[in-house]
């Protein structure tokens, strides 16, 4: 401990000061305060120190920065557990002799939200939130949030946070009496040292809505697919209106310790970190993007219209453009319809709605485009269609604009080279509803300037998606390892394996649905049709299986016309004979002698053919890494977070 006139620092991350009585401890351990061992020592010299001092009868802990305490460091948890740990803190906390309140500043997130809900009261500003997120790394909240919580606040509440890992605004948070007192920023930390100098209130466990508990339940195990650690918070949270709390808390650090070194946390690490690690391509490094303001999207569809969500959202002035009034105008109807159930379910306020409305021009022709920093098009996946689109463009936008085609399967270097500056052009590959889902492919084409792809990628982060960089293969990175996965469920089926267990297999293995499931709900006449498109160039060497043309002829279109991989009776998935002797018949006819497939085999099957053909875009330089073909099976394809993906299932990263 070192200390100079006023300033006393603990460790190299906790830091005091007393005043008028009150020490207010800060935690300084940058960039997200995070509890390192450092800073559970510090706090705990701190609190041995204050203990023993007459002139401190009041204690506040705030955070450095913008953040309270983010949770654990999540970067210990690979390592072996050393001591003071946080669950010992926050009991230190909790019983401590002279009132310490928490000053917080900022998100108060898994530990952080832990250690302020052991102070003896909480003062938050405007900025900070609450949230127990650990079941989104497998886990529960280990240092006393799952018997705390629930005391703290009612137990269906502390369910909902602890199950579901959501975060709170302040507003909420004071609502529900998780905190005390709302303070200007400004305010905080008088707020919280006055509070810090009177006797700490006598709290009464609130009481909680049985029912609303129950359904809180059945919702949590219900999305859980496979996960163990929301089980577990369910069980802990249970537990917590049964034990006495130092029984609890024994129950929870045993549980914690158990998850904090299963598959599914290490998984959901790595997931945490290959995010992380995605936002700072090494491409990129050092490159900066341009300063785009005002956005232009040609083609107001289903995707178009998202993605103008997703840009109003995010403050930019918007340019949404069709090819005739009328289609324009059903657009804007869309989009104000969008942007008035965000009104009405809250998420957006009025002064936001208003705003947004009046950040959208919509025109029925491209010359308004003249004004745009960067414009997307989402028009028909046709090459002449799009090519003679962005020749227009080149007349219109300036020498300085970026040009992003959001084409799925065309070439983006032949789109490129048909323009004037080829350099300009890159892709932006968004996932339907565009306003919903996170991932986006930023593709650089081999013409493709690093400037423009920075800023496509600013752009992508700006409208808080997940942009992953992508070079050029048909399908980029998503569609061709999903290509790979979907031709091998087909081989599967002329091997041995019917729709329904190959399905069986995936939701057993934490999809939320199998793959012919999917199709027939996404409906099959699209890709049926891109597969005639191609039928021409097709190698007749290749395996190809031809019962999804075939169901296609038989007019079997999926869910919406009642028959499909399955047939829909009152609306119920079954298995249909008339696709069973399909397949049967398909097999004959290749004379393959159906063997029988048990889950562990059918799961490890398709994950070959994604990990092979993810190797095959490592190789060949189209993905990064391993980690970001990780997030973009995760984040557009359903793959189950808890898995890690499919490069980290099949050992590629661990
Ligand atoms: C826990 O608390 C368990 C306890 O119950 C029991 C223990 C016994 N640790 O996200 P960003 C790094 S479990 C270590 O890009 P933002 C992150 O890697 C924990 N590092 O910023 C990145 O580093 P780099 C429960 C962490 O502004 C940098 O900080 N808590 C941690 O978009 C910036 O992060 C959580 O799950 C951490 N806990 O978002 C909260 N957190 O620059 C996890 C962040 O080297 N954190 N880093 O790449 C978050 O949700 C976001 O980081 C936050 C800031 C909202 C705080």
């Keep these: 401990m070192t200390s100079s006139h006023s300033s006393t620092q603990f460790s190299d991350t906790i830091s005091a000061i007393v005043e008028d009585h009150v020490m207010l401890i800060t935690i300084n351990n940058p960039p997200v305060n995070a509890i390192s061992a450092s800073v559970r020592q510090g706090l705990m010299v701190a609190l041995d120190w204050i203990e023993t001092s007459d002139a401190v009868q009041g204690v506040v802990i705030s955070g450095a920065g913008s953040t309270f305490v983010a949770g654990a460091d999540i970067k210990e948890f690979g390592q072996p557990v050393t001591e003071p740990t946080l669950p010992q803190v926050t009991e230190r906390l909790a019983g401590f002799n002279k009132t310490i309140i928490a000053a917080v500043n900022g998100a108060a997130l898994g530990g952080g939200a832990e250690i302020a809900i052991a102070c003896h009261g909480r003062v938050a500003s405007g900025r900070s939130s609450f949230g127990m997120p650990e079941v989104k790394l497998g886990l529960v ?27 709170l605004k302040s507003a909420e ?9 709302l303070a200007d920023e400004d305010t905080l930390i008088t707020r919280a040292k006055n509070a810090s100098l009177k006797p700490a209130a006598k709290r009464v466990t609130p ?15 219900r999305k859980s697919r496979g996960q163990n650690a929301p089980l577990k918070a369910v069980e802990l949270v249970e537990l917590s209106q049964q034990l006495d709390l130092s029984q609890g808390l024994s129950q929870e650090r045993q549980i914690f310790l158990q998850l904090r070194d299963s598959d599914e946390a290490k998984a959901l690490r790595h997931v945490f970190f290959a995010e992380r690690s995605a936002k700072k391509p090494a491409m990129l490094e050092g490159v900066s993007p341009k300063d785009i303001k005002i956005l232009g999207v040609v083609g107001m569809g289903l995707m178009g219209s998202g993605i103008i969500v997703s840009a109003l959202n995010a403050g930019y002035q918007v340019i949404g453009v069709e ?10 109807q869309h989009i104000l319809s969008i942007l008035e159930k965000n009104l009405q379910s809250g ?6 709605f208003e705003r947004q409305k009046k950040a959208l021009t919509i025109a029925g022709s491209l010359e308004s485009l003249g004004v745009a920093d960067l414009v997307i098009e ?5 090459f002449n269609v799009k090519v003679k689109l962005f020749q227009a463009l080149d007349q219109i936008v300036r020498a300085s604009a970026i040009l992003a085609t959001n084409t799925s399967y065309l070439n983006p270097n032949e789109i490129a080279a048909a323009t004037l500056y080829p350099q300009r052009v890159i892709g932006m590959h968004f996932f339907s509803p565009a306003h919903i889902m996170r991932l986006v492919e930023v593709i650089h084409t081999q013409y493709s300037s690093l400037e423009a792809v920075a800023s496509g990628f600013a752009v992508a982060n700006k409208l808080k998606k997940l942009p992953i960089l992508s070079g050029v293969v048909e399908g980029f990175i998503g569609n061709s390892i999903f290509s790979a996965y979907r031709r091998e469920a087909e081989f599967l089926l002329e091997d041995g394996a019917y729709p329904h267990e190959i399905d069986a297999a995936l939701e057993d293995y934490g999809f939320a649905m199998g793959l012919f499931a999917v199709y027939d709900m996404a409906g099959l006449e699209i890709a049926w049709a891109k597969r005639k ?15 999804a043309d075939q169901l296609c002829e038989l007019g079997r279109f999926g869910q919406k016309s009642g028959l499909g991989w399955y047939q829909y009776v009152n609306g119920k998935r079954e298995i249909d004979p008339v696709v069973t002797e399909l397949i049967d018949a398909a097999r004959r006819e290749k004379n393959i002698t159906p063997q029988s497939f048990t889950k562990e085999q059918i799961q490890q099957r398709l994950l070959q053919a994604m990990q092979t053909q993810g190797n095959l875009l490592m190789q060949n330089k189209i993905a990064a ?30």
């Excluded at 989402?378 to 046709?382: G, I, L, M």
């Excluded at 498109?533 to 019962?547: H, M, S």
């Excluded at 984040?635 to 499919?646: D, I, L, S, V």
């Design 141 to 167: 909240p280990g240092a006393g949030g799952t018997q705390r919580l629930p005391r703290l606040i009612a137990a269906d509440l502390a369910l909902d946070m602890i199950g579901t890992g959501r975060t």
């Design 173 to 181: 948070s004071l609502e529900i009496q998780l905190i005390d007192e």
């Design 207 to 221: 009481h909680y809505d049985a029912q609303k508990f129950a359904n809180i339940k059945t919702a949590i195990l």
């Design 323 to 332: 090819q005739t009034e009328e289609a324009a105008l059903a657009g804007h």
């Design 347 to 352: 998420r957006l306020n009025t002064d936001a």
């Design 378 to 382: 989402a028009v028909f996946d046709d």
């Design 533 to 547: 498109r191609e039928a021409l160039n097709r190698d007749p060497q290749l395996r190809y299986v031809k019962i």
């Design 625 to 654: 890494s391993a980690s970001d073909i990780d997030l973009v099976m995760i984040n557009g394809y359903g793959f189950p977070a808890h898995k890690g993906g499919p490069m980290f299932a099949g050992g590629m990263l661990n």
